[in-house]
Each structure stands twice: as structure tokens, then as C-alpha cells.
């Protein structure tokens, strides 16, 4: 399983890239927006300079022509650009003539395996399933990741998964479990996955016991 790092700010990212455990980055245009004072294509050209792996920026539109003109766009800014594509029809349209010249896809927005199969049809390098959107509207996100998977295995596509939408700790190791291949998380989360209270106790132990003998 990968893990992407789910923000738009360049210090977390660095942050974050300097632990050796992120894959890839996404970002998308509410992300992109939280960074006041800083110019887009600025901050992402940043962005997919720190990032080695894959970095997912969205279009703004849902009009195709517009779509097809922000992903050349994008996709002229790095080897490492994925364009995020909405999930509905002229998303879908978009996805095959990018991923026919070549271009990589993420369709975003996708809350069932009905539409991440659609997709996966398109030729979407990945396909974006929003976890606790799902469960907003009353759905079992774990049974949407789990199914999505087992139909993608069974259609043998090449896309991948990404779980997208983590606003619980819990939610991040269920997500994994149903199949997803990508998780992306936002950086509280990955800072929160390194936290736990008996691990302080017990390195605090072996400390005050190296200290004592330190003192004798
Ligand atoms: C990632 O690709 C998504 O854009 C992001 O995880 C959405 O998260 P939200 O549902 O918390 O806005």
C-alpha cells in the first residue's frame, strides 16, 4: 500500500517527505486555495520539485475544452504531474484523451464502484474514492473500497485505487484493509500515526533506567 501526502503546503510536505514514508502528494483546488498569498503555479511547481512520486493537481472546470487545456497545462509542469479529473461525463471524456496521449489521470470524487469502475474504463491511472464523503451520506465507505477492489481485481484494470478523505484516525488502517491501494492522508493524521502514549512511556523507562546508570 502507498501513502500520499493529502495537502497543498509546501513546509508540510517537506516536512513530511524528510520521514522516507511518502509516495506521491494530492492536492486539489480547496487545498490549493488554503495557501493565501501564494501564486498556484508557484506553489505547485514547488510542490512536484520536493515530491519524487506522483503529485495530483485538479482542473477548476467542468467544461471538457477547459479541462483538456488545464491538464496539457499541467501536465507541461513535470514528469511527476497526475491531472485530477472530475468524476462525471466530461471528466470521463478528459481522462481518455489524456490517458491516449499518455498523460496520467486521477478521477476524483468518486463515492461508489459503480462510478470507479467508469474510470477505470476511461483509462484513469487512479481512481479516487472519498472515504468519510461516502459515510456523509449515510454509506459504508468500507464496503465502497472493498467491493471497488474486488471488481477492479476482477476486470483485471491497471487502476489504482487511492482513499481519499480521512478525517478519522480509525479510518486510515480500515481503508488499507478493504484493498485501497493508495491511502492519502492529510499530514495531522501522519503526524498523529506516529503518536502513541505507551510507546513515550516505555522509551521514557529505558531512559530514566540509562540515566541512572550513567549517574552510578
Ligand atoms: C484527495 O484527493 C481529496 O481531494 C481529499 O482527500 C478530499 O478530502 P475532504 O473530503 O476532507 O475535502
Not at 501526502?5 to 510536505?13: K, L, P, Y
Not at 461508489?112 to 487512479?126: H, R
Not at 465502497?144 to 477492489?149: E, F, H, S
Request: proline residues 3%.
Amino acid at each position: 500500500m502507498e501513502i500520499f501526502i493529502d495537502s497543498a503546503n509546501v513546509e508540510e510536505i517537506k516536512e513530511i517527505l524528510s520521514w522516507g514514508i511518502a509516495d506521491g502528494c494530492t492536492t486539489n483546488p480547496k487545498l490549493a486555495s488554503a495557501e493565501k498569498g501564494k501564486d498556484f503555479e508557484t506553489n505547485t511547481k514547488e510542490i512536484l520539485k520536493l515530491v519524487k512520486g506522483p503529485v495530483s493537481i485538479e482542473v477548476t472546470t467542468n467544461d471538457l475544452s477547459e479541462m483538456l487545456k488545464e491538464a496539457e497545462k499541467y501536465a507541461s509542469w513535470g514528469q511527476n504531474v497526475v491531472v485530477k479529473l472530475p468524476m462525471g461525463v466530461a471528466g470521463l471524456k478528459a481522462t481518455a484523451v489524456l490517458s491516449a496521449k499518455g498523460i496520467k489521470t486521477n478521477v476524483t470524487a468518486c463515492m461508489s464502484p459503480a462510478q470507479a469502475i467508469l474510470a477505470a474504463k476511461a483509462g484513469a491511472t487512479y481512481a479516487s474514492l472519498f472515504y468519510s464523503r461516502i459515510g456523509d451520506m449515510g454509506y459504508d465507505a468500507a464496503k465502497v473500497v472493498r467491493d471497488t477492489a474486488d471488481l477492479f481485481a476482477r476486470s483485471h484494470v491497471k487502476t489504482k485505487i487511492i482513499v481519499g478523505s480521512i478525517r478519522h484516525m480509525m479510518q486510515i488502517i480500515e481503508a488499507g484493509l478493504q484493498g485501497a491501494h493508495v491511502l492519502t492522508i492529510p499530514p495531522k493524521f501522519l503526524i498523529q500515526m506516529t503518536q502513541n502514549p505507551k510507546t513515550d512511556e516505555s522509551i521514557a523507562e529505558f531512559l530514566e533506567a540509562w540515566s541512572a546508570y550513567k549517574k552510578k
